[in-house]
């Protein structure tokens, strides 16, 4: 049936509400979290207010809400959005960003919109970070769908094609918008590059070319810029892990702490700048090259839009001075503000638990952390 045809990837509908918010309930990890999530709300009254919850709306518009609205003031210095004025509120949009937070890349935003007026978005997310079906209950109430991943090739391109076919139908048909990462996978080394395998899948369900596929889509690139990243420790770790044993894979342990320290670690100044749809960008664009040359070329666009629109901070400025030994930017930040980086840099290695802890090879690795959105910005400024 036509109406089943999505039923394994799309997020929760109102009327599947009550039976998973009592699968929620009744589920001991997620009660052990309740307190976190409103410490201000008695637990019991919580539980009877998710019980008497109608909607999927009533659930992001008073948990959702109440929740990130808390962690952003708790963990973040400033939490702000700019470029709304480039939104129609008629249209729906594909909003693809930086992968900077495994969940709060998406959470931020959506609910910075709720503010603004504008309908939430459905959110794409991996089920290889559904470790627990409480997990899964809750990002799908959240409007997720679900990107499958670790499948054979046959797998992975049947996957990709519904994928992509649900999107058209949210986006295009539904008149619902969506939220993608530029890449799957955080950018590590925050060098933020959009993966023309993302674009390809959601070229594959459209009916016309490349560019009016991708046009209908309505992509608008989202810039997000932390001024500290919480879980700038852990990349790095994981990259001399990977440089040590090319084999190594994270475990679900180290996936949790990795989404648990970037919700709750402290986050300094965040920013997210919405850049103008760019479909008549891509109706005005040569589309007789050849397809991998095209996809090449648009996933450029999208990068250049992104770099362009880094909100840059202290650090970056001080990061990329002291990988390069200069002074280049000296005029960008204070002697105070240099030396509150660097005792931040270190308090941050010291989180690192290696055996074969190799410094110069981490502290090289967080200072391009920082170092990268300034470089970008440079270059696209300069090619802009």
Wanted: hydrophobic content about 35%; charged content about 30%; aromatic content about 10%.
């Amino acid at each position: 049936m036509e109406s089943q045809r999505y039923d394994d990837i799309r997020p929760f509908r109102d009327e599947e509400l009550p039976d998973a918010i009592t699968r929620l309930l009744q589920d001991p990890m997620f009660n052990a979290i309740l307190p976190f999530v409103a410490p201000i709300i008695p637990e019991e009254k919580l539980k009877a207010d998710l019980r008497a919850l109608k909607s999927i709306y009533e659930f992001q518009h008073t948990l959702i809400h109440t929740f990130m609205t808390g962690l952003g003031k708790r963990t973040t210095d400033a939490l702000d959005l700019s470029g709304f004025k480039y939104l129609d509120k008629t249209k729906n949009y594909t909003y693809v960003t930086n992968h900077r937070d495994i969940i709060l890349d998406s959470a931020f935003l959506n609910i910075m919109m709720m503010d603004k007026g504008i309908d939430t978005f459905e959110i794409a997310i991996g089920d290889n970070l559904l470790m627990y079906p409480w997990i899964s209950d809750l990002v799908r109430i959240n409007k997720s769908f679900l990107v499958k991943r670790n499948l054979s090739i046959r797998q992975q391109l049947d996957s990709s094609l519904e994928l992509s076919s649900y999107i058209y139908n949210r986006v295009v048909d539904s008149k619902v918008s969506v939220w993608i990462a530029q890449r799957e996978g955080r950018a590590k080394d925050s060098d933020d590059r959009t993966q023309e395998s993302v674009l390809k899948m959601l070229n594959l369900g459209g009916s016309g070319s490349v560019l009016e596929n991708l046009a209908s889509l309505n992509i608008v690139p989202v810039t997000i810029s932390y001024e500290y990243d919480p879980c700038d420790y852990l990349k790095a770790k994981e990259m001399q892990q990977k440089r040590d044993d090319p084999d190594y894979i994270k475990t679900q342990r180290e996936d949790l702490l990795n989404m648990k320290t970037g919700m709750t670690g402290y986050k300094g100044r965040v920013f997210y700048k919405i850049c103008p749809c760019i479909s008549n960008e891509l109706l005005n664009m040569e589309g007789e090259m050849h397809k991998n040359e095209l996809f090449t070329k648009i996933a450029r666009l999208m990068d250049n839009r992104i770099h362009r629109n880094y909100h840059l901070y202290p650090g970056n400025y001080i990061a990329t001075d002291m990988l390069d030994g200069l002074d280049t930017f000296a005029h960008c930040y204070s002697v105070k503000e240099k030396e509150q980086f660097a005792v931040y840099l270190e308090k941050q290695l010291g989180k690192i638990d290696l055996e074969g802890k190799d410094e110069p090879f981490l502290r090289k690795r967080m200072l391009e952390m920082y170092s990268n959105p300034l470089k970008n910005k440079l270059e696209a400024d300069k090619n802009q």
